[in-house]
Every structure is written in structure tokens, then in C-alpha cells.
């Protein structure tokens, strides 16, 4: 009899005592006086799709070839599946790379290209061929074998660069922006895909991408990375709906950003001070201290518009509509507050008849106070 | 049509003529029934023939083209090998030092060349008993010397414009560096180095300077004997053999260019 599987078992980052697969221990990487990874730690779990995101220098690229062999760190320790992998080269380590050109070999066929490493392992030639076609077939290319590469398009070469990486069945599979040179349409496509074969083959993924929508449709758990250093690490909705500082916060999705001190402390609910909004109820946090600075974090979705006072709620303001941009399914308003701040809010479009808010209203802008997140730093 | 519409053909073919003109007459002038270099004669090819009877002509040949072979095999080699140390191995000592110099033969009057070389080889000679003699060898390694100047030139700019991360997915599916080389560089870089030896090939046959300084007895390029021989006149075989020349340094002209183009194209 098979023990039913929990959604703890899917989730090894939640339990604190499961072994990590990957361990980032402490990595600094130094580039002459540039520090391009900074004391970064991290563990990565068995068939995890970890992101990594953040904007273009931050250090992402430069982890995620460290892991492959192709940097060596300036301090610190990588372990994968326990081994210490100080010592070890690229091209013996038990991962493979995508890369972000996909660096396919321009004399040799699809076939071959994906065969390479096969016959590298000492794999006979008959057999690295089959293994190779087993696995075009997967991203549906077969027919496209012996085709060199400069005669595919940009998906097509994509999906050789996957198939080339994932033949060997390495351990950890690393994926420098995978999906950075596809258009919009195909991308939204391949990250489905993407996440499909991840979950047959059942290897762990480590993806650096700037694309904050791509990491949220893709990550079991994002790396949020700036200036070297790995500012949060969550699940998707974890880093949207719990950021921890205000960087995090504003580089997922956009928010409207207060600044307050703590009020008083009061028993189920507590009150900041701010120049924009007045008092604002928010849910009590630990550890906060009266005349403690705080900043409110406030997403756009999160507040609704309304031509005349909204019933029953205490946090609301009111505003002028300045500027909207209808873009279907949701409408982005700027409204400027009775105090000269502007906010964002966006109202998603429900309904096709109704009567919208439009430039130059006098609105009310409301929330629910849990929906206010308190950040510190 | 205006000035401006004739100014650009105009200008085109003054330009052309200034090139080209010297060329063509010394082609025309090598089918001249005339013994007289300067004076038409009516149509013939009786100087081929009579070169193909000039047994000092056609052995100066012989050397001329092993010299260029050789000579451009080995530039090719040398220079392959300093451009990939060049662009692929980050810092070392004397990396600074080593970029100046290997393209310092480009802009060496070649006059320095040979004299240096010569001067070097009789030393050797002296010191270690190698090269016995100046001769083939002798001009063989001078010509390999300022010819993998240019190949070095050609290489290193290739493998900048390669993709680095072509060599680094082979590492990440498990090749060691020398077979990287083997397997992804050199295929790559291949027409830029056939074309890098074509250069060599024609900038060795066409040598005259360096090859006197270096050469000994029975080591004649061809070059050297038409100099000579034009010092006593010119004869008209001359022309007959120059034309041969420049139609087989054209063609490896174009090729190389055409190898070049295409590559570009391709990646």
C-alpha cells in the first residue's frame, strides 16, 4: 500500500529538516574590485523549479555559472547531492546548461548536436543516435534531425538547446534566461511546456530570468536577487503577497508605497500614521515599537474606486482622477489624493455594460486593511 | 542626366583604370609574338610554350611554391595558436607584451625582417650548427615568421566574434578542453584559417626582400630569378609567367574572400 502524498511532500522548502539538494554556502564571487555575488546561501530541493530573478547585473547569471563550473567562486561552497563541487570542472559535473544564445553548434546537425554529450560518456554511436531522436521527439523536432541549425527558426533552436541539455538526464538542469529570445505569444506557450517536461523527467531546475511574469507562471520557489544578494526567497505568492522590504515589494508587480510611524499599540488592530492616507489600520505586526518608521505597501488591485462613500469602511480617501488606461480585462487609474500624492489602482473590468470611472472624477479609494502590508526596512 | 549621375562612374573607372591598367597591358603583353616587350606584335603563345622549356625558370617555380606551402602551413599553424592564447586564456605574464608583438612583422619594413633573420641564422649557425646553410629551411621559416603575423590577425578576430558559450556547452556536456578545441573551435574558425592560409600562401609567393636576405644556393624563389632576369632586360616569358601569377593569386584571393563572406553570413 502506497502512503497518500501530502502537499508537504511536494513542498521540501516548508519542513525544516528536509535535506537540501543543492546547497549555496556562503559564495562570494569577485571580479577584480567588483563584487558580482555577495555572501549568497541557499538550498535548493529534489525537483524543485527554483528562479531566479532580478534585473540585468545583479549577480544572477554570474550564480548560476558558478554552479555550472564555468566560474569559480571567490569564497564559499557549492554541494550538490552532498558533493562538494570545489574541485570538480565543468565538464564533469552532473549538471547541464541552456543558454541564454543556446549556443548550439553551427557545423553540426540537430541530431548531432544533441548527441554530443551522449558520445562524450563513451556512449556508442548507434545508441547516442537513438537516445538523441527519443529526445527531439519529446520537444517535437524528429522531423527536423538533420537540419543544421542555422536552418531552424527561434523556437525550434530553443527547443534543440533543451533537448541537447536534458539528453544526459543531469541532476540539476541550469537555464540562462530561457525563454528571453521567443515573443510574447510563444513564451507564454513554452513556459507551460517548459513545466511539463520538468515535471516528467523530474529534474531539478534552476532558471535566472529578469522576467518577473515568467518566474511567477514558472517557480516552484523565486530567488529575488539585487546587487549581489539574494534579497528574498519564496514561493510565488509568498514574494507578491509577503514581501519583506520595500525593494522586494516594488520590483514584483507594482504598489503603492506609505510612509508612516506606529501608532499606539491596540489589541486586534493596529495604527500607522501617515502624511498621504491619515491613520491607517493595519494587521498588528510583532516586534514593532510606537514612533517605529514603517512603510505601507499597498498594490493597486487591492483598492477600490467608488463615486460615493463606500459603507461601513474607515480607510478610505479621497481623490481626483487624473489619467486611466483601459487595457480589457483592467483599467489602471492615476488619482491624485486631496494632499497632491499620486497612487495607482487598477479595477479589473467585470463586466461589459458597466458605467466606468473616468478622467477628471472626484472618487473614494478604499481598502481592507488586511490588505495593507507593513514593511521595516 | 547630371553631373552628379556621371560623377560617380566617371570616378569609378579612372579609379580602376589607375588600379588595373598596369595589369591588364602586362597580360595582353604576354600573348605578343614580339620579342620586343614594348612593341604588338600580333597574337601568340609562344612565350607559355618557351617558359615551359626554361628549366632555371620552372625550378625557381618549384622552390617558390614548396616555400609558399610550407611556409603558410606553419604561419597557419603558429598564428592559430597565439590567437587562441590571445583571446581565450585571461591573464597571464606578458600577455600585454605578447599582443604587441605578434603583429609587429605587419608594420616591419621588410628589409628589417631579413636582415634580422639573417643575421639570426648565421649566429644560430654558428652556436648550434642548425640551419647548416641558408637555403629552403631558412627561407621557409622567415616566411612563416611575418606570415603568421596575418594569420594571427585573421584568427583573433574570428575567435572574438565566436560565441564563447559554443565552447562552454561543450565543456557543460562533458568534453575536456583539448577536445573542445578539436571539436568545436577549430570546425568553426576553419574557413577564417583556410582563408588566413591562402593570405600566407600568396604573401610567400610573392616575397622577394625577406626571401634574398635568407636564401642560399639552389634556394632560388621565383620572385628572386625574375628580378635577376629583369636586371638583364625583360624578356617576354616574364610576362607569360607573371600573368600565371596573378591569375593564381587571384583565385585564392577570392576564395579566401568568398570563404570570409559566407562565414559571416552564416553565424
Redesign the interface.
Known amino acids: 500500500m502506497t502512503t497518500p502524498a501530502i502537499a508537504a511532500d511536494t513542498r521540501p522548502w516548508r519542513d525544516a529538516d528536509a535535506p537540501p539538494f543543492i546547497s549555496i554556502r556562503n559564495i562570494t564571487k569577485k571580479f577584480g574590485d567588483a563584487t558580482a555575488v555577495d555572501d549568497v546561501s541557499l538550498d535548493i530541493y529534489r525537483g524543485e523549479l527554483f528562479c531566479l530573478l532580478g534585473g540585468s547585473g545583479c549577480g544572477k547569471s554570474t550564480l548560476l555559472r558558478m554552479l ?3 566560474e569559480t567562486p571567490t569564497k564559499g561552497q557549492i554541494l550538490i547531492d552532498g558533493q562538494d563541487m570545489a574541485t570538480v ?5 552532473p ?3 541552456m ?3 543556446y ?5 553540426m546537425s540537430v541530431e548531432r548536436n544533441v548527441a ?2 551522449l558520445l ?2 563513451g556512449m556508442s554511436k548507434a545508441e547516442a543516435r537513438a537516445r538523441a531522436l527519443e529526445m527531439l521527439q519529446m520537444v517535437n523536432l524528429e522531423a527536423f534531425a538533420r537540419r543544421k541549425p ?1 536552418q531552424l527558426s527561434g523556437g525550434q533552436r530553443q527547443r534543440v538547446a533543451l533537448a ?2 536534458l539528453v ?1 538526464k543531469p541532476k540539476l538542469l541550469l537555464l540562462d534566461e530561457p525563454l528571453g529570445a521567443l515573443d510574447k505569444k510563444l513564451r507564454e506557450k513554452t513556459q507551460f511546456e517548459l513545466i511539463r517536461i520538468q515535471e516528467s523527467l523530474g529534474v531539478t531546475f534552476i532558471v535566472v530570468t529578469h522576467d518577473q511574469d515568467e518566474a511567477m507562471t514558472l517557480a516552484t520557489r523565486i530567488g529575488v536577487m539585487s546587487d549581489g544578494v539574494i534579497q528574498q526567497v519564496g514561493e510565488p505568492r509568498e514574494i507578491y503577497e509577503t514581501p519583506t522590504s520595500r525593494f522586494v515589494a516594488d520590483f514584483i508587480g507594482s504598489v503603492n508605497m506609505f510612509e508612516g510611524t506606529v501608532g499606539p499599540a491596540a489589541p486586534d488592530l493596529m495604527r500607522v500614521e501617515t502624511a498621504d492616507l491619515g491613520a491607517v489600520a493595519v494587521p498588528p505586526v510583532s516586534g514593532l515599537t510606537q514612533g517605529q518608521t514603517v512603510y505601507l505597501a499597498l498594490r493597486p488591485e487591492r483598492i477600490t474606486l467608488t463615486r460615493s462613500a463606500p459603507e461601513g469602511r474607515n480607510d478610505v480617501v479621497r481623490g481626483l482622477v487624473l489619467d486611466m488606461g483601459y487595457v480589457g480585462h483592467l483599467s489602471t487609474y492615476r488619482v491624485r489624493l486631496e494632499n497632491g500624492r499620486m497612487i495607482t489602482v487598477t479595477q479589473s473590468n467585470r463586466l461589459r455594460d458597466e458605467d466606468p470611472i473616468s478622467w477628471d472624477e472626484h472618487i473614494y479609494a478604499s481598502w481592507n486593511p488586511a490588505a495593507v502590508r507593513v514593511l521595516t526596512q | 542626366m547630371n553631373l552628379r549621375g556621371y560623377f560617380l562612374p566617371v570616378v569609378a573607372t579612372l579609379g580602376f583604370v589607375f588600379l588595373y591598367a598596369p595589369i591588364v597591358s602586362l597580360v595582353v603583353f604576354s600573348f605578343n609574338e614580339s620579342r620586343l616587350v614594348t612593341v604588338w606584335g600580333g597574337f601568340s603563345t609562344r612565350w607559355y610554350g618557351e617558359l615551359l622549356r626554361d628549366g632555371q625558370m620552372l625550378s625557381a617555380a618549384w622552390v617558390s611554391l614548396k616555400v609558399a606551402t610550407l611556409s603558410a602551413t606553419l604561419a597557419t599553424v603558429i598564428g592559430t595558436l597565439a590567437a587562441f592564447t590571445l583571446t581565450r586564456f585571461a591573464r597571464f605574464r606578458g600577455k600585454l607584451l605578447l599582443t604587441g608583438m605578434v603583429t609587429a612583422p605587419l608594420v616591419m619594413p621588410e628589409v628589417i625582417t631579413g636582415l634580422s633573420l639573417l643575421l639570426l641564422f648565421v649566429t644560430m649557425e654558428n652556436m648550434l650548427g642548425w640551419p647548416a646553410g641558408r637555403g629552403l629551411t631558412t627561407v621557409v621559416i622567415a616566411h612563416a615568421t611575418f606570415c603568421a603575423a596575418y594569420v594571427t590577425v585573421i584568427a583573433q578576430s574570428r575567435l572574438r566574434d565566436m ?1 564563447e ?2 565552447e ?9 578542453p583539448v ?1 573542445v578545441f578539436f ?2 573551435t577549430l ?2 574558425i576553419t574557413p577564417a584559417l583556410i582563408s588566413g592560409w591562402l593570405l600566407a600562401f600568396t604573401l610567400s609567393l610573392d616575397d622577394l626582400v625577406v626571401a634574398s636576405f635568407v636564401s642560399g644556393p639552389g634556394a632560388s624563389t621565383l620572385p628572386m630569378v625574375i628580378f635577376s632576369k629583369v636586371r638583364l632586360g625583360v624578356s617576354p616569358d616574364v610576362n607569360a609567367l607573371a600573368t600565371i601569377i596573378i591569375v593564381i593569386v587571384a583565385i585564392a584571393v577570392t576564395i579566401a574572400g568568398l570563404l570570409l563572406r559566407r562565414q559571416h553570413k ?2
Open positions: 555550472a563550473g564555468f570542472s565543468a565538464d564533469k559535473r549538471t547541464n546548461m543558454f541564454q544564445s549556443a548550439l553548434f553551427p557545423h554530443y554529450g562524450r560518456e542555422h541537447r541539455a544526459k | 560565441d558559450s559554443l562552454e556547452a561543450a565543456r557543460d556536456l562533458g568534453a575536456g577536445r571539436d568545436i570546425p568553426v552564416k553565424y
